[in-house]
């Protein structure tokens, strides 16, 4: 199916530990993203990556890590989980429009990540 | 200050009410500005954007933004039940600039 996923939906994890979101988009969008989103804070962004080996820091990156060695895929890992990191995670994929250069982003359903 | 400022209600409101929604934003730089509309647990989606100043219809949705007052407004007349989500408002600074800066989002009702 064309689109965006993320996997897991949810996940309960122990301080600590270290896990992994994963996220694959269809469309070799250039562009990818990760957002948190909490309550009071909206979207912030952890990381984003513009092609395949080439990413770079957003708002948010401690704690965290990402690699894009596929086009498709960008896994956001959390090296050592810890309880502010219990958050929904967003990926997004985004390519500019052929004529407008406009970067519409495309979501995922996101992942319901809680650290216990 | 934020960048882009957006009260997050929650607004409430009966059903075929126009609905209101408004972001304020300080970077003069922004040239593309998006409206997304998330459901509860779902990601958010692409609503309309609109380039520059001026208004967009689509339906029973009009984007509006003035630039000269920075200001981004969103209605949406006759609304329905199902338009209950949370709007987000965003912007871009221009063609090439990939990077969006959100609002924080305004968590919508539509009483039937």
């Known amino acids: 199916d064309a689109g965006i996923t993320q996997s897991p939906r949810y996940k309960i994890t122990e301080t600590g530990r270290q896990v992994t979101l994963m996220c694959h988009q269809t469309?070799?969008?250039?562009?990818m993203f990760w957002y948190r989103q909490d309550l009071g804070h909206g979207l912030r962004l952890i990381y984003y990556?513009?092609?395949?080996?080439?990413?770079d820091k957003g708002e948010v990156p401690d704690g965290y890590v990402v690699s894009r060695s596929k086009t498709e895929n960008f896994p956001l890992t959390l090296e050592s989980a810890t309880r502010s990191q219990t958050s929904v995670y967003f990926c997004?994929?985004?390519?500019?429009?052929?004529?407008?250069?406009?970067?519409?982003?495309?979501f995922g359903s996101g992942t319901r990540l809680t650290v216990v | 200050q934020k960048e882009v400022e957006q009260d997050p209600g929650p607004l409430s409101v009966p059903e075929g009410a126009i609905v209101s929604l408004n972001c304020t934003y300080s970077?003069?730089?922004?040239?593309?500005f998006m409206w997304y509309r998330q459901y509860s647990r779902k990601g958010p989606e692409l609503l309309m954007y609109t380039y520059s100043s001026g208004n967009k219809e689509d339906g029973r949705f009009t984007a509006q933004v003035d630039k000269s007052s920075k200001y981004i407004s969103l209605f949406i007349r006759d609304s329905q039940p199902s338009d209950s989500a949370t709007y987000l408002c965003a912007t871009q600074e221009g063609a090439g600039s990939y990077q969006l800066t959100f609002g924080k989002g305004t968590k919508l009702s539509v009483i039937p």
């Open positions: 997004a994929s985004s390519d500019p429009g052929q004529s407008s250069g406009f970067y519409g982003y495309t």
């Open positions: 970077n003069s730089a922004f040239q593309y």
């Open positions: 990556s513009a092609a395949a080996d080439i990413t």
């Open positions: 469309w070799s969008h250039s562009y």
